[in-house]
């Protein structure tokens, strides 16, 4: 391609409404402009990128014997009635009525629309396992759309499905699927981690989530440092101290705290540090048989933060989570929050495994403005239960019962879920299992985010400069790039030869051939990230060489002009 | 791929909602299943027949030059208020609100977005001519959806639009989309004619529709006997017979036709030959100055149709047309529909050339049961203007003034338009001119109906047995079918070889290792319109020999199992 002929579209400035480096790169490279909200056009470049990713994406799904089809976006509104996912689904699915008035939502996921059409289709257990998979715009209107591409209303999707008669082939699928995801990760050169995941709104038993790391990726992800453990922080096990809990040494004491409503506050004003005290979250109870829901205080350590999956999916609390409003507090313990503890509280209490070891710590009274210290378990507090309901921290041992946990971040690009009978039931998709009866198929689905994988990438892959493609994903492989073409003779004619020739020899190349400065082409080519610049200029030419120059590394290497097509093409088809 | 791990879906009965051949194949083949009203999954081989489209149209979209980009399926609405289309475009424009309550629409077609584009990012003539296309799914919320993907609801579009400084640079690209669109039809192997068209609700100057022959296509096309010419029946210009009017020869007379209210009816009751009466249509007029619209009567020869573009294009008549209704009728004239004629009628007349030049004619005489024979032009119609308002018919002169026209039947798969600077005016497109003046750009439109090319393509090419693929259609290239498999040893073992060897050899092969008698295999290969088959039986075996059927001549050739593969290949590979 030759940048005259492109819309190579790169902006100097940064615009002022991208937040993160990937939106930021994406707009300025020119690889997308938005149309609306959430709502992205992809540039020539940026869709060559999308391209890639969608490319290996599908050759990983037919070697693991997946097959590809296509389902409508525009799905009808009674097979979302009919899993119940109508009324769960929340307003992220766009509803919208046709000429009739007929109801019908924009999909942001399709197994209701492909258990049906696998109930319709597959009738014997001869037929199975079977999977099958698309690479298909999804919709899915968020309260927020924000980030470029990495949370847009309209996005690129592969969803793919599984059915099998027995939970042992889905299990086999599932593993399969999962090789299938690191082999692409592989093949994209991207650093990523596979993790142990929540099943969400999509729902099953076991599921694993794929992360591209990158320091501002929204989850946080915990590893252990001498194991194969992973696991999405909303996810990790918290194992329970093994230390025993301290007998109390001190007497229990209320202080004055009108200036101390944080843990911050109560370190800053009165010196006690954050281990020391305990959090106390009020939070709305499971609904009893009258629908009536009570409230129940949540207890964690002042240093750690409260997990919320888990939390809500204890017996004893609504789920999902949900804050008790200030008002309902006043009402049953007569304090606001910030002043609020264990202490004499009536309503159920679930306290932290790490918080229920603690001695002689301290605590809101439950009057404004006074805190208690000197509190110990068992003797000032006796009805309360213990359960993991916190977040793991950097250095907790591993759940796996190998090292301990590190905690990274990362941009979640892949899901992949063993549903069991979760669809097939409610929608009863059943299939003639070998001993004549009628039989439920056990599901999987797998998504990847293949829109989102671009951005994700840029997260990982950029410096100062712009975005550094790790070869399988960059919009061009080499970009020519020669220096004041249109005062040379002799340099037009070697960059247009050598622009045929790489052409010739199935090379994605870039033939930077606009009347600009050099600093301007340069810059122009370490912004879209091209992995390699061959430069061209006359004081080389007079030692018959031409320059190359690596992005990731910044090295520069000389090639004859006779050899520079053969060695590079070498250079770059090695990887 | 083997048929064992597939999805093959064939259907052995017709589908009763199915009208045309197209559709019964397509669901009887296993290629798509309805999903809901106009909305079709594509099974896997139906995929990949529409993925061998799009891969030729990409590639010759590149080749003229063109590139590729990817814009929002959802529009928003304010796009759409500029350019005057959202009031335009009526209810087959799906309109949608979001969690927001803001208007978007799905879009049928992107003159919007792409224009708003390229006002943005093109801003001198520097950067023109410039031509982006994309491969989309586009929404268009039909009346009436039929025929399957034929005329669907959602469905697959390359779209292409191109930007100009001047006209003349216009029609330079539009003569090389011309040109890639032929490249496409032949690669594509269908039997097609480009030709001249209407520009209907896209708008523009010039245009023309790419039409796929089969008796049952929507369409008909008028081509000259003797030259290039051809055009889309609706556009196809009537020439005004050279023959001059012969001069009156009968007193008009009134006659009781009391059971005559059709041109059928007068030839069975009356004796009266078509040619020899007219047809009188009556019409609203175009509004006044005081937006009130009268009555105008419409007069075609008996054996002719009135074309109802042409009629609507005439200062006198309202666009689009409109039937009057019954009631206006009878308050105008004092008679209904069915005895109406130009005699003594009190609105604006316009006679058809052909009409125009009939002498003692019969026509209603504007009285219930009553008609006129001996009417004649001038004598006893006096006010009346003649124009061309009539569809062509077989035998016509070519409006290019060389040859008789034919007519045949087509299905519209491409259409392309120089749209000037409709979009650009109403949505202020410009560039810096090179004047230094701002300057509003030319545009091209260039569409092609992807999915819906897939089933006239099997309109044109099917018999009694199912689907016959031209080789760069087909879902596989060639499909091995092994008699009774399971009943031999050498047989999978010269199935399986010969399947591995094509499959390094790059074929697209179908194996068929189902446990199936060798009836069912060959009905469903047929079915599904593979080119070639490869028969492995006993009896050839034993002379160390395979049979090689092909789906469209039914030709059957042997091969040494030694030489099969190479020669196959090089047969396939051929063409």
């Known amino acids: 391609m030759r940048t005259s002929q492109y819309i190579l579209a790169t902006l100097k ?42 490319k290996i994406v599908r050759e990983e799904m037919d070697n693991a014997g997946a097959i590809e089809m296509l389902m409508p976006v525009i799905q009808p509104a009674d097979l979302w009635q009919e899993s119940g996912r109508w009324e769960q689904f929340g307003p992220e699915l766009l509803r919208i009525t ?90 994209l050169g991207l650093d990523y981690r596979p993790v142990l995941a929540d099943t969400g709104s999509i729902g099953g038993s076991l599921s694993h989530e794929f992360h591209v790391l990158a320091e501002s990726g929204e989850d946080a992800i915990a590893f252990s440092d001498a ?29 004055a705290t009108p200036e101390a409503k944080t843990i911050a506050e109560l370190k800053a004003n009165h010196g006690v540090k954050p281990h020391r005290g305990v959090k106390t979250l009020i939070v709305y109870g499971a609904a009893d048989e009258n629908e009536r829901r ?4 949540l207890i964690v350590r002042g240093d750690h933060d409260l997990n919320e999956l888990k939390a809500q999916s204890h017996d004893l609390v609504h789920s999902p989570l949900e804050m008790a409003k200030e008002q309902d507090i006043i009402s049953a313990i007569g304090a606001r929050p910030g002043s609020l503890g264990p202490v004499g509280l009536n309503m159920p209490v679930i306290v932290d495994h790490s918080a229920a070891v603690m001695a002689d710590f301290v605590a809101g009274a439950n ?62 998709a059943g299939v003639l299992g070998e001993s004549g009866k009628n039989q439920m198929m056990s599901m999987g689905c797998y998504g990847i985010g293949v829109s989102r994988i671009v951005a994700a990438a840029i997260e990982q892959n950029n410096d100062d400069y712009g975005i550094k493609w790790p070869l399988a994903l960059a919009p061009f ?12 003779h002799r340099i037009p004619e070697i960059a247009n ?71 590079i093409c070498a250079l770059i088809n090695s990887q």
């Open 227 to 255: 194991s194969d453990y992973a696991a999405n922080i909303e996810k990790a096990e918290a194992l329970a101290p093994k230390t025993e809990r301290a007998a109390p040494s001190k007497e229990l004491n209320s202080f």
């Open 477 to 488: 492989s080499l970009a020519i790039v020669p220096m004041n073409m249109h005062k040379s």
């Open 294 to 297: 009570g409230l129940v205080a």
């Open 367 to 428: 009057k404004d403005g006074e805190h208690y210290s000197g509190i110990n378990w068992g003797r000032d507090v006796t009805d309360y239960v213990v359960a993991d309901i916190r977040n793991v921290v950097e250095g907790d041992p591993s759940p796996c019962g190998n090292g301990s946990l590190h905690i990274k971040r990362g941009v979640e690009v892949g899901h992949i879920f063993q549903l069991g009978t979760k669809y097939s039931e409610s929608m009863n």
């Open 13 to 54: 400035e940064t615009p002022s409404d991208a937040e993160i480096i990937s939106h930021q790169l994406m707009l300025r490279a020119g690889m997308i402009r938005k149309l609306a909200s959430g709502l992205y056009t992809w540039l020539p470049s940026g869709l060559k990128v999308l391209r890639n990713v969608e």
């Open 98 to 187: 046709d000429r009739n008035n007929r109801p019908f939502a924009l999909g942001p996921t399709h197994e209701e629309v492909i258990t049906d059409f696998v109930r319709k289709e597959i009738n014997s257990y001869k037929q199975l396992p079977i999977t099958l998979y698309q690479v298909q715009t999804k919709v899915r209107d968020e309260v927020r759309p924000r980030f470029g591409v990495m949370r847009a209303r309209e996005f690129t999707m592969k969803d793919a499905y599984s059915f099998h008669l027995s939970e042992e082939c889905l299990t086999q699928t599932y593993q399969r699927m999962h090789q299938a995801y690191c082999n692409i990760f592989e093949r």
């Open 497 to 567: 030869n050598l622009y045929s020739e790489f052409k010739k020899a199935g090379i994605d190349i870039l033939f930077d051939d606009r009347k600009e400065r050099p600093g301007v082409m340069f810059n122009d080519m370490e912004l879209l990230g091209v992995p390699y610049t061959l430069v061209i200029g006359e004081r080389n030419l007079d030692n018959n060489q031409v320059e190359l120059k690596n992005r990731r590394t910044g090295e520069k290497r000389m090639f004859s002009i006779d050899d520079a097509v053969t060695e």
